[in-house]
């Protein structure tokens, strides 16, 4: 997704000539103005309770929620949102467990989009209101496929664009924002598709297609006919 970045650095503490050797710890976002410098970073987002977690944020395309992810370990995270929308409106907890993994796709209104696979290992798409965040109004937008692992999602041209494995190589499927599917999108050939990206009201996503016969190229898919072509063929 492609909302405003938020810079992630540690809370001031290690000692001088200590950077490369000392614990990792104290995890924190700050946000940072473009142009200043780092002593002026405002802080948005620390647990220091837990000094051992780690911590990242990014804005929804259209900037209205703020999003932090925290993370122990190479899997597994909590989720907390903020909405910007409202005045000193505080941070709301998603998911504090870090047992499983929540990807924040985008917002859709008011709702969260979110990749998971909790309750769902081939990971599946759900909407979560943070005005009502408790597990039990969790909707299921995408359910999951007992096939094939939904590996990512992206809102493009107000349609979901989903990559799927599917037998070792890449499938894309459109959903309308109901959930509904439209049809999968018919690639060059069996291969692999990366880097999926796009903004919601967009008429083009792109996304990078490789094979046994294609070097790694990157290809527009039209968000109106659904048709993909290639945009920049490989050196």
């Known amino acids: 997704m492609a909302g405003r970045r938020f810079l992630l650095h540690q809370i001031p503490g290690i000692q001088k000539g200590e950077e490369l050797t000392a614990a990792n710890k104290f995890g924190a976002v700050y946000f940072h103005k473009l142009g200043t410098e780092q002593s002026a970073d405002k802080l948005v987002y620390a647990d220091k309770a837990h000094p051992n977690r780690s911590f990242g944020g990014v804005t929804t395309d259209d900037e209205r929620f703020l999003c932090v992810s925290g993370w122990e370990s190479t899997s597994g995270n ?28 985008d917002n859709i209104a008011e709702k969260l989009l979110v ?29 999951e496929d007992p096939a094939d692992v939904l590996q ?67 290809y527009s898919l039209d968000m109106n006919s659904l048709k993909s072509r290639c945009s920049k063929p490989p050196r």
């Open 152 to 218: 990512s999602a992206v809102i493009c041209g107000g349609k979901i664009v989903c990559s799927y494995l599917h037998n070792a190589s890449s499938s894309l499927r459109v959903f309308d924002l109901a959930g509904k599917l439209i049809q999968e999108v018919k690639l060059p050939e069996i291969g692999t598709v990366g880097g999926m990206t796009g903004k919601p009201n967009d008429p083009l996503a792109f996304f990078a297609f490789t094979s046994f016969l294609r070097p790694n190229t990157i």
């Open 78 to 105: 909590a989720l907390f949102v903020k909405d910007l929308s409202k005045a000193n409106a505080p941070f709301v907890t998603i998911v504090n467990a870090y047992e499983k993994d929540y990807t924040l796709v």
């Open 115 to 143: 990749l998971t696979n909790h309750n769902a290992p081939n990971q599946r798409l759900i909407l979560v209101n943070p005005e009502n965040p408790e597990e039990f109004n969790w909707e299921i937008l995408v359910p």
